[in-house]
Nanobody
Framework: QVQVVESGGGLVQPGGSLRLSCEAS????????MGWYRQAPGKQRELVAA???????NYANSVKGRFTITRDNAKNTVHLQMNSLKPEDTAVYYC?????????????WGQGTQVTVSS
C-alpha cells in the first residue's frame, strides 16, 4: 500500500502566505515526479506546480513568481510555499505522486487540503 498525505491548508488573508506539505509512504520503490494540483468549486482540477526527481520545476502561469515547489527525496516529501495569495487561489489542493511500486508505475493522490484566501 501507498499513502499520500497533505497538510498545511487553512484560511489566510489576501497577500498572506501558506506552506503545504505532502508525504508519500508505504511500499515505494522510487518516486518520479511530485506535484500539486488544485480544484476550485465548479472548475476542473488544474496543475499548480510539479517537480522531477532531479529538481526540474514547472509552474502554472497564474502562480509563477508567487509559489515555490521543493522536495526532499530522502523523506519522500514535497512542499509548496505559497506567497502573495489571492482570493482566486482558493481551492482544494491535491498532491500527486508518480511512483514505482516494485515493477508497477502509477499516480497516487492525497485526500486534498482546503486553502481559503479571504478577508
Amino acid at each position: 500500500q501507498v499513502q499520500v498525505v497533505e497538510s498545511g491548508g487553512g484560511l489566510v488573508q489576501p497577500g498572506g502566505s501558506l506552506r503545504l506539505s505532502c508525504e508519500a509512504s508505504g511500499s515505494i520503490s522510487s518516486i518520479n515526479a511530485m506535484g500539486w494540483y488544485r480544484q476550485a468549486p465548479g472548475k476542473q482540477r488544474e496543475l499548480v506546480a510539479a517537480i522531477t526527481r532531479d529538481g526540474i520545476t514547472n509552474y502554472a502561469n497564474s502562480v509563477k513568481g508567487r509559489f515555490t515547489i521543493t522536495r526532499d527525496n530522502a523523506k519522500n516529501t514535497v512542499h509548496l510555499q505559497m506567497n502573495s495569495l489571492k482570493p482566486e487561489d482558493t481551492a482544494v489542493y491535491y498532491c500527486k505522486v508518480d511512483l514505482w511500486r516494485y515493477y508497477a508505475r502509477g499516480d497516487y493522490w492525497g485526500q486534498g487540503t482546503q486553502v481559503t484566501v479571504s478577508s
